[in-house]
Structure formats: C-alpha cells, structure tokens
C-alpha cells in the first residue's frame, strides 16, 4: 500500500520560504513520477511541480518557475519543495502525489487525474 505524507506547510509571510516534505512508502518508485499541486478556495487544484525519480527531470508551472524548486531524496524516498519569494497568491492546501503511468505514458502529466496516490494535504498560508 503507498503512502505518502507531507509535511513542512504553515504561516509566513511575503517573500520568505517555506520547505515541504513528501515522504513515500509502499512501493519501488524508480519508474514514477511525484509531483505537487495546490488547491485554493473555490479554485481547482493546479499542478506546481514534478519530478521524475529515475533521472530527476524537473516541471515547473509558469507562476512557480524560478522561485520554487523540487528534488528528491532517493535514500530516504522523499521529494521536497522548496518554495521561495513566497507570495499571497500562494495561499494553498499543497499535495503531493504519485503517478504510476509515467514510464508507460513517457513523460510527465500535468493533469491531476493522472496522478494515482495523494498524501493529505498541507496548509500553506502567505500573509501579504
């Protein structure tokens, strides 16, 4: 059974940082992509990042680009998301999640209907 756990989320303010954590577990991941996704009120959820475990190949929505930055570690089955420049606008509950159809599909999906497997969610709050 996978699962995945975020941390890392919480209250602060513009233009400071934030870490998240997505621990997983439950299965090999080398061929699969992880990715993150944030959902504010009233909006649906969006694709923030992803990466690709074998190989490491980054993917970035425009409104993130350059200011956050997704990695992993191998060794401990963890993906972050560092995320700086924090702005108001970023104000989310941030999943991760895990695509399974990666290797088959040949690259990453952008869409959250392919991602099988979520953690719960993070509260991430950026006061202007």
């Known amino acids: 059974q996978v699962q995945l756990v975020e941390s890392g989320g919480g209250l602060v303010q513009a233009g400071g940082s934030l870490r998240l954590s997505c621990a997983a577990s439950g299965r090999t991941f080398s061929s699969y992509a992880m990715g993150w996704f944030r959902q504010a009120p009233g909006k649906e959820r969006e694709f923030v990042a992803a990466i690709r475990w074998s190989g490491g190949s980054t993917y970035y929505a425009d409104s993130v680009k350059g200011r956050f930055t997704i990695s992993r570690d191998n060794a401990k089955t963890t993906v972050y998301l560092q995320m700086n420049s924090l702005k108001p606008e970023d104000t989310a509950v941030y999943y991760c999640?895990?695509?399974?159809?990666?290797?088959?599909?040949?690259?990453?999906?952008?869409?959250?209907?392919?991602?099988?497997?979520w953690g719960q969610g993070t509260q991430v709050t950026v006061s202007s």
């Open positions: 999640a895990l695509d399974t159809a990666t290797y088959y599909r040949g690259g990453i999906s952008y869409s959250a209907r392919n991602y099988d497997y």
